[in-house]
């Protein structure tokens, strides 16, 4: 268990359709860090927040937008989603006295 | 700007073979080093680190040495087994300063080994 949480597991909706997903970095860790991965894209970086500010972008479309809060958790918002926005997104956190990046479980999004 | 190079998949071994996955980086600063493990279905974990030059990290049998030299962390092990197999990735971090770590993954390699 890394100590990072994300809900939901899994999401299923439909095109045109917005969601949200959650994040609970680690205790202590001051950055979270948001990824796609789909089959043919890879591991997609898409944005960084390092205690409640924007640090750092990726590919992160227009469509998405994320924020990270006073308690640290973040979340992750896509909206008018399509069919190609189906894919595994991870958070991950990082700060303390590592420097590794710890990953969350992934929320399975899947657009139909 | 940053950047990590991995040797592309996929990579298909017998059980007990040896495994060699390449890695490259290019970096302003004075980075760590790091190989992630993804198995079927999981997220990523950290397999191991190096933090400085000349720095081995190693973990279940694996090992990657930290070469300023020719800027590389290839990932090795001995002798590899069936649960062995996963996506392996190659990641660097730079601390920024009140930025928190930025990281660099490599695309990815994706191992195979059958009995």
């Known amino acids: 268990d890394s100590g990072v949480t994300q809900t939901p597991k899994h999401l299923i909706t439909a095109t045109g359709q917005r969601v949200t997903l959650r994040c609970s970095p680690r205790s202590g860790d001051l950055s979270v860090y948001w990824y796609q991965q789909s089959l043919d894209q890879g591991l997609q970086f898409l944005i960084q927040?390092?205690?409640?500010?924007?640090?750092a972008k990726g590919n992160i479309l227009e469509r998405f937008s994320a924020q990270q809060f006073p308690d640290l958790h973040s979340e992750l918002n896509l909206s008018s989603l399509e069919l190609g926005d189906s894919a595994l997104y991870f958070c991950a956190s990082s700060g303390g006295t590592d420097n590794e990046q710890f990953f969350g479980p992934g929320t399975r999004l899947t657009v139909l | 700007g940053d950047s990590v190079t991995q040797m592309e998949g996929p990579v298909t071994l017998s059980e007990e073979a040896f495994l060699t996955i390449n890695c490259t980086y290019t970096a302003t600063g004075y980075p760590s080093l790091f190989w992630y493990v993804q198995y079927p279905g999981e997220g990523l974990q950290l397999l191991l680190k190096a933090t400085k030059a000349d720095d081995k990290g190693s973990n279940k049998g694996f090992e990657a040495t930290y070469r300023k030299e020719t800027t590389s962390f290839h990932l090795e092990k001995g002798s590899v087994q069936v649960s062995d197999s996963a996506v392996y990735f190659c990641a660097l971090s730079d601390r920024g300063k009140d930025t928190g770590n930025q990281f660099y993954f490599g695309t990815g390699t994706s191992l195979t080994v059958i009995p």
């Open positions: 927040y390092y205690n409640g500010e924007e640090r």
